[in-house]
T-cell receptor, first 110, second 115 residues
């Protein structure tokens, strides 16, 4: 079945450093979404990418969708303590529900 | 809107007991999803409904699990009998049009502990 893999599983950074998480799918995706889950919370939708090679930015966050629509990345510039949490990518093929990666848990020390 | 509402927030039950989890999606959303989250397996899709009709239940672990959506504003996930390995956080989420072009809105989850 469809699988979505994320690396790394954990990442610790000093405040101000950059952070990147990578997502790979075993199949071509119709779109990919990113979510953030704070400790003890629930996943919150961040963004959706649809087009091959698409790049979107939200303030310090940059999201990319690969040319083959099988991989994606999230890059955070100059991390802050408020960025702490687990970042999930989730992919879907047409007509199916989202399949989530296992997430990358980010911790930030000040 | 109050968002996706799940109840109860926490449930502790003994092995063998029946457990019912409840979800009220966002008004106007026509797709509803049940996910289970554990450290080992991450977020697993259990079942999803579109316009109250189950579309994909291939993630439902076994016959002990069942889900219903009798109307557009209510869904239940039932486990009978419950087992310790069912302990997890169960999330309900809703979206417009199966999430195509829209993100999922998750509820706060039900933390289930089976002892």
């Amino acid at each position: 079945g469809q699988q979505v893999m994320q690396i790394p599983q954990y990442q610790h950074v000093q405040e101000g450093e950059d952070f990147t998480t990578y997502c790979n799918s075993s199949t071509t995706l119709s779109n990919i979404q990113w979510y953030k889950q704070r400790p003890g919370g629930h996943p919150v939708f961040l963004i959706q990418l649809v087009k091959s090679g698409e790049v979107k930015k939200q303030k310090r966050l940059t999201f990319q969708f690969g040319e083959a629509k099988k991989n994606s990345s999230l890059h955070i510039t100059a991390t802050q303590t408020t960025d702490v949490g687990t970042y999930f990518c989730a992919g879907r093929k047409a007509g199916t529900a989202l399949i989530f990666g296992k997430g990358t848990t980010l911790s930030v020390s000040s | 809107d109050a968002g996706v509402i799940q109840s109860p927030r926490h449930e502790v039950t003994e092995m063998g007991q029946e457990v019912t989890l409840r979800c009220k999606p966002i008004s106007g959303h026509n797709s509803l999803f049940w996910y289970r989250q554990t450290m080992m397996r991450g977020l697993e899709l259990l079942i999803y409904f579109n316009n109250n009709v189950p579309i994909d239940d291939s993630g439902m672990p076994e016959d002990r699990f069942s889900a219903k959506m009798p109307n557009a504003s209510f869904s239940t996930l039932k486990i009978q009998p419950s087992e310790p390995r069912d302990s997890a956080v169960y999330f309900c989420a809703s979206s417009l049009s199966g999430g195509a072009g829209y993100g999922y809105t998750f509820g706060s989850g039900t933390r289930l502990t089976v002892v």
